[in-house]
């Protein structure tokens, strides 16, 4: 209840803070003021103001570059709590079981921070420890997230993505945070999967982690999260970076190449590649830390959404468009293939889906022509320009796999923060360089799965079909238009 009343109170003071701004009493800039309004409020507040700062969707970009500053400002616990819950998870005190166990951390985030230690073999390791009382922060925070995302929604609209929507992913990958163990198992599925000799991974020690304490491999490396700052503040630029060893356009190209490897080679990928969780190590390799939050590979119409990446890379729209359609249109598909008789050839739904595409495509191309032109000039990012593309595409009932939710996610997240490094960053020729090293016959090998077909009842897909008519009537007459024609051939309805 302390909670609730803390927060309660920071934003009456805030409120105020705003009011004085407005009236030209207040100085401080409302990106600073924003960024420490989430400071004082840490906890959970800390972490959503760390997934704003890769979200320019959400935010201006002068905002999410100011909240980047929240990836290396959290305070420390006192070690009098590490101690108590060494020996509530492990039975014993650090220096008992560590031959040099660091009291002071070199790392403290929202639900965590990182002691430096070593083990009887004099191996250096790094010890996560879960925050005291973080789970109890965490329960009432959400509580206020969803009071403060229905406020938002009323008055601070977001096109791209309502905040109650925003306000749920962020509560959904809030919770796998917080259970070490899950960590753990990811960070050595992922380890022990990995064959890029340009990326790090930590190995983890079971037997000295928990739920509440994850002991891991220590990696010696800058976080990005740094070198933003630097180049955000003037204190380092590109070339500075490039005499210290450091070549931004190999990094950028590193950090992409591994999202693309571990969700097509592998079954399970880190899907939280935020500034702190990437580290620069010598000769331009990367170390990935910090996988609390992943996602798992497809599994169905795995082919599908290859070739709309690659169709996509070459901004090849009506093929794009036709695979976007054929691995997230299954509501669409089986309707129209339910209203057809079943003594109709079913190749008349893939034709009505090249219909729907060509159609599509066009409006699709529009978009990414106008976002291209944005995102050079680092006035959008990837996710704007795919949001923009899903609230076009939700007349056609859409639906997106979740795999494929988190990894766009993960894609877009890394393209902003790569577009921060090198400017000269893009997206589509790194996707064109994955797929020819790694053709799609060499790894799929006979694993794709479609979708398993549902027919419903021919009446009631008639209904859908009703329904669907009457609903592009008012938002896309001229779709109407073309799926009217389409059902008039084969006397679907009005018989």
Same mark, same amino acid.
């Given at each position: 209840?302390?909670?609730?009343?803390?927060?309660?109170?920071?934003?009456?003071?805030?409120?105020?803070?705003?009011?004085?701004?407005?009236?030209?009493?207040?100085?401080?800039?409302?990106?600073?003021?924003?960024?420490?309004?989430?400071?004082?409020?840490?906890?959970?507040?800390?972490k959503f103001g760390q997934l704003l700062?890769?979200?320019?969707?959400?935010?201006?970009?002068?905002?999410?570059?100011? $909240?980047?500053?929240l990836f290396d400002n959290v305070g420390?616990?006192?070690?009098?709590?590490?101690?108590?819950?060494?020996?509530?998870?492990?039975?014993?005190?650090?220096?008992?079981?560590?031959?040099?166990?660091?009291?002071?951390?070199?790392?403290?985030?929202?639900?965590?921070?990182?002691?430096?230690?070593?083990?009887?073999?004099?191996?250096?390791?790094?010890?996560?420890?879960?925050?005291?009382?973080?789970?109890?922060?965490?329960?009432?925070?959400?509580?206020?997230?969803?009071?403060?995302?229905?406020?938002?929604?009323?008055?601070?609209?977001?096109?791209?993505?309502?905040?109650?929507?925003?306000?749920?992913?962020?509560?959904?990958?809030?919770?796998?945070?917080?259970?070490?163990?899950?960590?753990?198992?990811?960070?050595?599925?992922?380890?022990?999967?990995?064959?890029?000799?340009?990326?790090? $991974?930590?190995?983890?020690?079971?037997?000295?982690?928990?739920?509440?304490?994850?002991?891991?491999?220590?990696?010696?490396?800058?976080?990005?999260?740094?070198?933003?700052?630097?180049?955000?503040?003037?204190?380092?630029?590109?070339?500075?970076?490039?005499?210290? !060893?450091?070549?931004?356009?190999?990094?950028?190209?590193?950090?992409?190449?591994?999202?693309?490897?571990?969700?097509?080679?592998?079954?399970?990928?880190?899907?939280?590649?935020?500034?702190?969780?990437?580290?620069?190590?010598?000769?331009?390799?990367?170390?990935?830390?910090?996988?609390?939050?992943?996602?798992?590979?497809?599994?169905?119409?795995?082919?599908?959404?290859?070739?709309? $990446?690659?169709?996509?890379?070459?901004?090849?729209?009506?093929?794009?468009?036709?695979?976007?359609?054929?691995?997230?249109?299954?509501?669409?598909?089986?309707?129209?293939?339910?209203?057809?008789?079943?003594?109709?050839?079913?190749?008349?739904?893939?034709?009505?889906?090249?219909?729907?595409?060509?159609?599509?495509?066009?409006?699709?191309?529009?978009?990414?022509?106008?976002?291209?032109?944005?995102?050079?000039?680092?006035?959008d990012d990837y996710t704007t320009s795919? $949001?923009?593309?899903?609230?076009?595409?939700?007349?056609?009932?859409?639906?997106?796999?979740?795999?494929?939710?988190?990894?766009?996610?993960?894609?877009?997240?890394?393209?902003?923060?790569?577009?921060?490094?090198?400017?000269?960053?893009?997206?589509?020729?790194?996707?064109?360089?994955?797929?020819?090293?790694?053709?799609?016959?060499?790894?799929?090998?006979?694993?794709?799965?479609?979708?398993?077909?549902?027919?419903?009842?021919?009446?009631?897909?008639?209904?859908?079909?009703? !329904?669907?008519?009457?609903?592009?009537?008012?938002?896309?007459?001229?779709?109407?238009?073309?799926?009217?024609?389409?059902?008039?051939?084969?006397?679907?309805?009005?018989?």
């Amino acid at each position: 209840m302390f909670r609730f009343f803390y927060i309660l109170a920071l934003l009456i003071k805030y409120f105020f803070i705003y009011i004085l701004l407005k009236l030209g009493y207040y100085k401080k800039s409302k990106p600073k003021i924003l960024r420490n309004f989430f400071e004082d409020a840490g906890g959970s507040f800390i972490k959503f103001g760390q997934l704003l700062a890769v979200r320019v969707d959400v935010l201006p970009k002068e905002y999410a570059l100011e $909240m980047i500053g929240l990836f290396d400002n959290v305070g420390p616990f006192p070690y009098d709590n590490v101690q108590r819950i060494f020996l509530q998870e492990l039975g014993a005190t650090p220096q008992k079981i560590f031959k040099d166990f660091q009291k002071v951390p070199f790392a403290s985030a929202s639900f965590g921070q990182v002691h430096g230690a070593k083990l009887q073999n004099d191996h250096i390791v790094a010890v996560k420890i879960l925050r005291p009382g973080i789970e109890e922060k965490v329960s009432v925070d959400f509580f206020i997230v969803d009071i403060l995302a229905f406020i938002a929604d009323l008055f601070f609209k977001v096109d791209a993505l309502p905040w109650k929507e925003f306000a749920k992913e962020f509560k959904k990958w809030t919770q796998e945070e917080l259970d070490y163990h899950m960590e753990a198992e990811s960070m050595e599925i992922i380890r022990k999967a990995n064959t890029n000799k340009n990326v790090d $991974m930590p190995k983890v020690y079971p037997h000295l982690s928990t739920r509440r304490i994850l002991t891991e491999d220590y990696i010696e490396g800058i976080p990005l999260s740094r070198v933003l700052l630097g180049i955000k503040d003037g204190r380092l630029t590109a070339e500075s970076l490039l005499k210290r !060893g450091i070549d931004l356009k190999i990094i950028t190209s590193v950090i992409a190449q591994e999202i693309f490897r571990q969700f097509f080679l592998g079954n399970i990928f880190h899907a939280d590649p935020h500034p702190g969780n990437i580290l620069i190590l010598h000769n331009n390799r990367i170390a990935l830390i910090d996988f609390g939050i992943v996602g798992e590979k497809l599994k169905y119409n795995r082919l599908s959404f290859v070739k709309f $990446m690659k169709a996509a890379s070459i901004f090849d729209y009506k093929k794009s468009v036709y695979h976007f359609i054929n691995f997230s249109g299954g509501y669409l598909k089986n309707m129209i293939g339910s209203a057809l008789p079943a003594s109709v050839d079913q190749k008349n739904v893939d034709n009505f889906m090249v219909l729907i595409a060509n159609y599509f495509s066009a409006e699709v191309e529009k978009i990414g022509e106008e976002k291209r032109k944005t995102l050079e000039m680092m006035q959008d990012d990837y996710t704007t320009s795919f $949001m923009e593309i899903l609230k076009a595409s939700r007349k056609l009932k859409i639906k997106l796999p979740n795999e494929m939710v988190l990894f766009i996610r993960t894609l877009t997240m890394a393209g902003f923060l790569m577009k921060q490094l090198n400017y000269y960053f893009e997206l589509a020729p790194e996707t064109r360089r994955f797929f020819a090293e790694h053709p799609e016959d060499t790894w799929l090998k006979g694993n794709e799965h479609t979708i398993p077909y549902k027919r419903v009842s021919h009446e009631k897909a008639i209904e859908q079909l009703n !329904g669907w008519l009457t609903y592009l009537i008012e938002t896309d007459p001229n779709l109407y238009h073309v799926v009217k024609q389409f059902i008039g051939k084969h006397n679907l309805i009005d018989k």
